[in-house]
């Protein structure tokens, strides 16, 4: 258990970091909280040739709230943003969704950005971006762009991200008065990734509800009806079995947590 | 790569590959066998240090990463060969049978209950939700947290 060989380097600056990044395109992984990468390189499932450390870069490290949301830097910690009193007042959400990611350990030291570029399907991050209309700034030495959370998940572990780019910030959206929020999930234990999850929003206009874990991207459903929103999620996916939960037991699950999230943001 | 590492206070300049993994490096370079590496992948939290006063996973963390960083491994807890109140508590309540997630274990409550002083027994269920103990049920280290906190 001990990751392959690899060429490294710690940039100092955002500028330089893009620049390796742009020299070496697809042969250069991002390591940030190195969270997931690390065990993944570990267990030999990814061998990056050239891994770009931006964990010195301090400027990325920030939590910053205004009325209209919340900016999470690429450096930020999960536990930053949890303790960010700020972001929890604008956008609550955030701070229960990340208590639900791992444990306090691992949220020392794991990024929010990170979270969603790895992209995976069963993590509380990219459900809670999707389900807020959020997005993801990303530069090159091309220059940025901003990515609609609709557009940046593509699928398992895939991130509309191209080789070269560094994804620099999260765009949480605030949500309007009187819109309430809320998350659940089931795993098998506490800390696991859920084997599915719901997190929904809802107001006097409407509901929606974004799905993690049954499906290869978040899945954003809109509710015209809370009473029929079970069956809507249930009809809505096809979800894979594999050694934690069978097709039919996950389909059964997002039935009974989409009533129970648009329940909870009642 | 040359790294420094300052461990518990001493800092050690050692030559590593990237790929060296932080608990390795404590282990292997440095001789510090304190801290203890069960799963490598980050689930069982043995191998938990202090990074700048935070818990991490030493087994997630590559060493290049953290040079000149302050870390804190299980050695570092007592002082002048006394026992810390967590090392005392772990001893007084049995909090350790086999030993082996002990060094994860008494890291990971040093920097809890430095950040919550006094927790409820739910809080200090969940400040060592990370760590995987096979040996004692959990009881006795939770009752090693309360008498930790308020000894």
Do not use: W
């Not at chain 1, 895939?158 to 620099?168: C, F, H, K, M, N």
């Not at chain 1, 929606?208 to 996916?237: K, Q, Y």
């Not at chain 2, 990237?18 to 689930?43: A, F, Q």
């Not at chain 2, 007592?78 to 007084?92: I, K, R, Y």
């Amino acid at each position: 258990m001990k990751p392959p060989s690899f060429e490294y380097s710690r940039a100092s600056s955002l500028d330089e970091a893009l620049a390796v990044l742009g020299e070496l395109g697809g042969e250069a992984k991002v390591l940030a909280g190195g969270q997931s990468l690390v065990p993944l390189l570990s267990m030999r499932l990814a061998a990056p040739r050239h891994l770009v450390d931006i964990n010195r870069l301090s400027e990325l490290a920030y939590v910053r709230t205004c009325d209209d949301g919340v900016r999470v830097g690429a450096t930020a910690r999960h536990a930053d943003l949890e303790r960010d009193p700020d972001a929890a007042g604008v956008q609550p959400l955030l701070r229960r969704a990340v208590r639900l990611i791992a444990h306090p350990t691992i949220r020392n030291r794991g990024t929010v950005v990170g979270s969603l570029a790895h992209a995976d399907p069963a993590a509380e991050l990219p459900a809670v971006l999707a389900l807020l209309d959020g997005s993801v700034r990303v530069a090159s030495v091309r220059g940025t762009r901003e990515i609609a959370a609709r557009e940046f998940f593509l699928g398992t572990l895939e991130s509309s991200l191209r080789p070269g780019e560094l994804a620099v910030e999260a765009f949480f959206p605030a949500l309007p008065p009187g819109t309430r929020t809320s998350i659940v999930e089931v795993a098998r234990r506490h800390g696991d990734y859920a084997l599915c999850g719901v997190c929904a929003v809802r107001s006097g206009e409407g509901a929606r509800v974004a799905l993690l874990g049954v499906a290869p991207t978040p899945l954003v459903l809109d509710v015209p009806d809370v009473a029929g929103a079970a069956e809507l999620a249930r009809s809505s996916i096809d979800p894979t079995p594999d050694i934690h939960a069978s097709a039919e037991y996950r389909r059964h699950l997002a039935g009974v947590l989409t009533a129970r999230a648009l329940q909870e943001a009642a | 790569m040359n790294v420094r590492l300052v461990v518990n206070g001493v800092p050690y300049d050692v030559e590593v590959p990237p790929r060296r993994l932080l608990s390795d490096c404590l282990r292997h370079d440095l001789r510090l066998t304190g801290t203890h590496v069960g799963c490598e992948h980050g689930v069982c939290g043995a191998c938990t240090v202090l990074l700048d006063g935070r818990p991490v996973r030493s087994c997630l963390l590559l060493a290049v990463s953290v040079d000149g960083l302050e870390i804190t491994t299980v050695e570092g807890l007592a002082h002048n060969g006394e026992l810390s109140p967590v090392q005392q508590a772990f001893a007084d309540c049995h909090g350790l049978q086999c030993g082996f997630c002990t060094p994860g274990f008494l890291t990971t409550i040093t920097a809890g209950l430095r950040e919550n002083p006094d927790p409820t027994e739910d809080e200090a269920r969940e400040m060592i939700a990370g760590n995987l103990c096979r040996c004692t049920g959990y009881q006795n280290i939770v009752a090693a947290v309360m008498k930790a906190a308020r000894p």
